[in-house]
């Protein structure tokens, strides 16, 4: 798409041509789930984000720090229901999760250790993966490697990937592949189908930092592994084209994907905000309600664990 002809279609979603006449302008997110919300120190306020999410009616969110998050979780839970006693809503649920951020192999002793505390959700290494040093920071591949978390040796699976992926599979909990490289990730979504787990996903597939493909959401999809776009992909953050995200999205297809913010950070603003926009993409790009309650509120809380709720009742 030329210069002339994204500019003409910014216009006409200004002008509301291309959404449903009758979108809500408005942060009322019944019943959403966001998988991936950055806070910590030069980033958002937990509590602050929880609260606006309350008041939006977002149903769950998941801490992502290098650092365990699960306490903070907790933490914050037991403060909204100080705030919100007595005032008839009911607060967002706050979850923890523990990053594997680690240079060498994965642990999955580090992994089960919280997990066994309740956290919901293990990432592979972000950061301080071979891929991230070698795409964000510009390391040639084999510098990556030496310096950053890899998981593969002559082309098969560590034992430490593996055991990480039997103790999501033990605790029921959600499995992020983080920042791993495509053959990594490609590798792990073998894996996970072959011993059965059922809550593995890929955080933003099209961020530059992952360099996946279409073609590839939709072979990681045929695994069963959940793909996770998150706003931050569409946002000023990475530019990726919309209509590029949705064409993604029908080809892994909507019952293998989830919506989420990766926001928090000073870019992205508080996940509310994200959501909404989100929910403004996806109805541009011609999902329909049902489809978009399947990936913002019925998946995620499937892969936390949570029970079902009926989306709210319209007209």
Same mark, same amino acid.
């Given at each position: 798409? #030329?210069?002339?002809?994204?500019?003409?279609?910014?216009?006409?979603?200004?002008? %509301?041509?291309?959404?449903?006449?009758?979108?809500p302008l408005s942060f009322q997110l019944p019943g959403v789930v966001d998988l991936h919300v950055h806070v910590g120190v030069g980033l958002s306020a937990p509590l602050d984000l929880a609260r606006h999410a309350t008041e939006a009616g977002m149903r769950a969110l998941v801490f992502k720090t290098p650092s365990p998050t699960?306490?903070?979780?907790?933490?914050?839970?037991?403060?909204?229901?100080?705030?919100?006693?007595? @005032?008839?809503?009911?607060?967002?649920?706050?979850? %923890?999760?523990?990053? =594997?951020?680690?240079?060498?192999? *994965?642990?999955?002793?580090? /992994?089960?250790?919280?997990? +066994?505390?309740? +956290?919901?959700?293990?990432?592979?290494?972000?950061? @301080?993966?071979?891929?991230h040093r070698r795409r964000a920071h510009g390391l040639s591949w084999a510098a990556a490697r030496r310096e950053g978390q890899y998981v593969l040796r002559r082309g098969q699976l560590i034992p430490d990937a593996v055991a990480v992926i039997e103790t999501a599979i033990e605790y029921g909990a959600a499995l992020s592949f %983080?920042?791993?490289?495509?053959?990594?990730?490609?590798?792990? +979504?073998?894996?996970?189908?072959?011993?059965?787990?059922?809550? +593995?996903?890929?955080?933003?597939?099209? #961020? *530059?930092?992952?360099?996946?493909?279409?073609?590839?959401?939709?072979?990681? /999809?045929?695994?069963?592994?959940?793909?996770? &776009?998150?706003?931050?992909? &569409?946002?000023?953050? &990475?530019?990726?084209? *919309?209509?590029?995200?949705?064409?993604?999205?029908?080809?892994? %297809?909507?019952?293998?994907?989830?919506?989420?913010?990766?926001?928090?950070?000073?870019?992205?603003?508080?996940?509310?905000?994200?959501?909404?926009?989100?929910?403004?993409? /996806?109805?541009?790009?011609?999902?329909?309600?049902?489809?978009?309650?399947?990936?913002?509120?019925?998946?995620?809380?499937?892969? =936390?664990?949570? *029970?079902?709720?009926?989306?709210?009742?319209?007209?």
């Open positions: 798409m #030329n210069d002339l002809a994204r500019m003409q279609r910014a216009y006409a979603v200004i002008r %509301g041509r291309d959404l449903p006449t009758s979108y699960l306490d903070l979780a907790r933490t914050v839970n037991e403060a909204l229901a100080l705030l919100y006693q007595g @005032s008839g809503k009911t607060p967002v649920e706050c979850f %923890g999760g523990v990053v =594997l951020e680690t240079a060498g192999p *994965p642990p999955p002793e580090l /992994a089960r250790r919280w997990l +066994a505390k309740g +956290a919901r959700v293990v990432w592979f290494a972000t950061g @301080s993966s071979a891929n %983080g920042h791993l490289s495509r053959e990594e990730v490609l590798a792990l +979504a073998a894996e996970a189908e072959r011993r059965g787990l059922r809550s +593995a996903f890929v955080d933003h597939p099209l #961020n *530059p930092v992952m360099g996946l493909t279409i073609d590839d959401c939709a072979r990681i /999809a045929s695994h069963g592994v959940f793909l996770n &776009f998150t706003a931050a992909e &569409f946002s000023p953050l &990475f530019g990726i084209d *919309p209509a590029d995200i949705a064409r993604a999205i029908r080809a892994a %297809g909507v019952e293998q994907v989830v919506l989420s913010s990766d926001a928090g950070h000073p870019v992205m603003g508080d996940p509310a905000e994200a959501m909404r926009c989100w929910r403004a993409i /996806a109805l541009w790009q011609g999902f329909s309600d049902a489809e978009i309650w399947r990936m913002m509120c019925d998946q995620p809380a499937r892969l =936390l664990g949570l *029970p079902a709720v009926a989306p709210p009742a319209t007209g």
